[in-house]
């Protein structure tokens, strides 16, 4: 007999952004609010310095990738497949 754990709500899920003006990293607090197309800002904090920092809210539109990629529509236009409708 095999006992399997699922470990999934004891996984943290965090991601990485970068804000586009300053080049800094943020941390992203809410993931649900960054997957959601209609919200327009995710709470966050920035990684600089030694100490954690304060959470604030950031515009989507202001961040991008590591990579420096912008975020896909998906994550940010309500209206993204409406092409795909009329057709």
Same mark, same amino acid.
């Given at each position: 007999?095999?006992?399997?754990?699922?470990?999934?709500?004891f996984?943290?899920?965090?991601?990485?952004?970068n804000?586009?003006t300053?080049?800094?990293?943020v %941390?992203?607090?809410?993931l649900? *609010? /960054?997957?959601? =197309?209609?919200?327009? +800002?995710?709470?966050? #904090?920035?990684?600089?310095?030694?100490e954690?920092?304060?959470? %604030?809210?950031?515009?989507?539109? *202001? /961040?991008?990738? =590591?990579?420096?990629? +912008?975020l896909?529509r #998906?994550?940010t236009?309500?209206?993204?497949?409406?092409n795909?409708?009329?057709?």
């Amino acid at each position: 007999m095999e006992i399997r754990f699922d470990l999934t709500p004891f996984v943290e899920r965090i991601m990485f952004l970068n804000e586009k003006t300053s080049g800094h990293m943020v %941390e992203v607090l809410s993931l649900d *609010d /960054l997957f959601n =197309l209609y919200k327009d +800002e995710v709470v966050g #904090c920035y990684q600089y310095g030694e100490e954690v920092q304060d959470p %604030e809210k950031f515009k989507k539109s *202001d /961040l991008v990738f =590591l990579s420096g990629e +912008e975020l896909p529509r #998906c994550w940010t236009d309500p209206h993204y497949r409406d092409n795909e409708l009329k057709r």
